[in-house]
């Protein structure tokens, strides 16, 4: 667990053996997780190494997505370094230099490959002693994109090629839909997903990211009740931050989604539709800490959840920047305060059964 740190970090650093045993042994499903916010950084390394002494050898691919050698180093530097962010807006700002390395089909799929491995694989027994990955079960949401060496077809397949390498028991694809998209692109990529599930590919959901203050919602409803009606999962991200008017949450729940990413700023008239509709929860503890959407463990919205009863699956979101694990962000429920909310071994593993329950994939 070296290359964790902050808080999920110091909460795993103050439970013990059994503990630890406790939360590798407990079924849970990982349901919030962007591919290119959790590529191990080793890897991202090491395509920029590569890119680099191609772009030396030869005059360098002419990628939409590609920046300057430098853009790539600095901000890989910076991810290394741990990042630390004033506000969610700068989050943002580190996905050019990810993109740059993860724009060609080979090194997309390279990226994926390592992203399941790290959430579905039991690590090298030699450096980790515990027979237990760090989920049951992984969906992994990713926006397809398209530059010059390839269109957002390509990209999906790519990606889906590799998770389908598990049985579907073990993992699943959301297909992300970025705010800032026009309904053009947005079209393109619900009728993608449609069309590779009828195929029969690892397509389980619609997703709806990005930058929480960029986009229009009001014109994005037809295109997620199709995706419902195909039999997609639909999941929001909603109400991420306070720039996130009433209004628009209300006008994303109306889309009738299955489950929510963060809900951090629901309101009285919200909170009680996504009660009595049992929309599950996406928690990202570690994030909203970070991304400083939340100020602390006891004010986090999860409260109110756990106190209703209510659905919620604790996810990690982008492990790269965050610097986090599934298994500590659960180390975040177990852990006495003020490393963790203190819950009772009980209480957790009714959390974990919660995210089970919550996933789009089958579990055959
Ligand atoms: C909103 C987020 C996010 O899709 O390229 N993303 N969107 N809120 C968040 N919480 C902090 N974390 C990640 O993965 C990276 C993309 O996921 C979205 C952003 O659009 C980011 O560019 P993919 O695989």
């Known amino acids: 667990m070296s290359d ?11 439970l013990d053996a059994a503990q630890i045993q406790f939360l590798q042994s407990l079924p849970k499903a990982e349901l919030h997780a962007h591919l290119n916010g959790s590529i191990p950084i080793s890897v991202l390394q090491e395509l920029a190494a590569e890119r680099a002494s191609s772009s030396s ?8 997505e590609s920046i300057s050698d430098e853009l790539v180093l600095s901000g890989i530097q910076k991810l290394l370094k741990g990042v630390t962010l004033d506000k969610i807006d700068d989050f943002f700002t580190l996905f050019p230099a990810i993109y740059a390395l993860t724009s060609t089909p080979d090194a997309l799929r390279r990226a994926t490959r390592a ?8 690590s090298d027994p030699s450096l980790n002693p515990n027979p237990y990955p760090q989920c049951s079960y992984l969906e992994l949401r990713t926006t397809p994109r398209q530059n010059t060496h390839m269109d957002r ?11 389908e390498t598990y049985p579907p028991s073990r993992a699943g694809l959301i297909v992300s839909i970025d705010r800032k998209m026009g309904e053009e692109t947005v079209k ?25 203050t960029a986009g229009d919602m009001g014109v994005l409803e037809p295109y997620f009740l199709e995706a419902k009606k195909a039999g997609l999962g639909v999941t929001l991200h909603i109400a991420e931050t306070t720039q996130n008017t009433p209004e628009e949450t209300l006008k994303l729940l109306s889309y009738n989604p299955d489950r929510l990413g963060h809900a951090t700023f629901l309101n009285e008239e919200t909170i009680s539709i996504v009660l009595q509709k049992k929309m599950c929860i996406e928690i990202c503890l570690s994030s909203n800490l970070l991304c400083k959407t939340v100020p602390t463990l006891e004010s986090h919205h999860i409260h109110q959840y756990l106190k209703a009863g209510h659905p919620i699956a604790i996810s990690s979101d982008d492990i790269l920047p965050f610097r986090t694990s599934l298994l500590a ?19 957790v593993r009714t959390v974990a059964e919660m995210s089970l329950k919550a ?4 579990s055959e």
């Not at 975040?332 to 203190?342: I, R, T």
């Open 359 to 362: 996933r789009f994939g089958s």
């Open 188 to 212: 393109e990529i619900l009728h993608l997903a449609m069309k590779l599930k009828k195929e029969g590919r690892r397509v389980v959901g619609l997703d709806l990211c990005g930058d929480p």
């Open 115 to 122: 992203v399941l491995r790290t959430f579905l694989d039991v």
């Open 4 to 14: 964790i740190a902050g808080p999920a970090a110091a909460a795993f650093s103050s």
């Open 153 to 163: 077809e390509i990209y999906l397949r790519c990606v889906l090629e590799e998770v």
């Open 329 to 347: 962000e659960y180390a975040l429920l177990l852990a006495k305060p003020p490393y963790g909310l203190g819950l009772t071994e009980d209480q």
């Open 57 to 64: 050898s030869s005059s360098g691919s002419s990628s939409s």
